[in-house]
């Protein structure tokens, strides 16, 4: 699988996102929304009719949200190209089989990231064997997908991308899995090869620190100060962790992410 199938491409896809899941009132979302209902700005094309003015509007949950590709592999290849609209007989199981491939989608973004570790060459046999199992997964039918233990296989991947992370970062680096680091001070931290594995990085300030190979799969960054930051060599970042703090012109990314439209020049 190619990383562009792992990039959301809502041009190919029936605004999932915008109807499957739950919305719940907070900073994120300004309204409540039921699992299942469309999103009251979605378009009859299956378009954002608020996109450029979503944080304006209260709407910053979507502007961070990923999907790592699951929402047109449900809805071109998965259904076919049938939509929930023209064939509603097709919501019930397109709704819950998306958040599943969701998850299939992450899983396969972070094998394919660990494969290019040349340091976790020990371990590469076993990591294609999982982006194979993980693909054998993904392509199942509707009714399938929904009756797959995710959870069972997710444990068994994250076991190896663990180590795929150990074996790039070696011996150096602070183990901060999992740390409470909200609110943080940690401008101009040296965090080279840190395990910030689900850390809790809201609102830290990061200005200028050093994240050169830090392991940062589920590190909450929502609203934390990158100004600076040099991420380069960082390991299983996301768009969506990129998208959820904020930047500017000099904060430095790895290869494949995007600067958002809302950083700071």
């Known amino acids: 699988m190619t990383g562009n199938a792992l990039r959301a491409d809502c041009a190919n896809c029936f605004g999932l996102c915008c109807v499957a899941l739950a919305f719940a009132a907070s900073a994120d979302f300004a309204v409540d929304k039921d699992a299942g209902t469309p999103c009251r700005n979605l378009l009859d094309d299956f378009r954002c009719g608020i996109h450029a003015r979503l944080r304006d509007e209260g709407f910053t949950g979507c502007t961070v949200f990923d999907c790592f590709g699951a929402g047109q ?17 097709t919501r019930e199981a397109m709704f819950a089989a998306f958040p599943v491939m969701r998850q299939l989608h992450e899983l396969l973004f972070h094998l394919t990231q660990a494969l290019a570790l040349p340091a976790a060459r020990p371990v590469h046999d076993d990591l294609r064997a999982a982006l194979a199992e993980t693909e054998r997964m993904a392509g199942s039918g509707p009714d399938d997908l929904v009756r797959l233990d995710v959870a069972g296989h997710r444990e068994q991947v994250s076991a190896l991308l663990l180590r795929a992370s150990e074996l790039a970062r070696g011996k150096r680096g ?11 001070k940690l401008r101009g931290a040296d965090l080279r090869a840190a395990n910030l594995r689900g850390a809790y990085l809201i609102g830290a300030d990061l200005r ?11 590190a909450d960054f929502r609203g934390a100060n990158l100004a600076g930051a040099d991420l380069t060599g960082s390991l299983f970042l996301t768009q969506a962790q990129v998208n959820a703090a904020q930047g500017d012109g000099t904060t430095r990314l790895p290869e494949g992410l995007d600067r958002p439209s809302h950083w700071r020049p």
Request: charge should be positive; charged fraction near 35%.
């Open 174 to 184: 602070k183990n901060r899995r999992g740390a409470d680091l909200i609110g943080a």
């Open 208 to 218: 200028r620190a050093d994240l050169r190979q830090a392991d940062l799969i589920g």
């Open 73 to 89: 592999r449900i809805s071109q290849e998965t259904f076919g190209g049938r939509d929930w609209r023209q064939a509603p007989e």
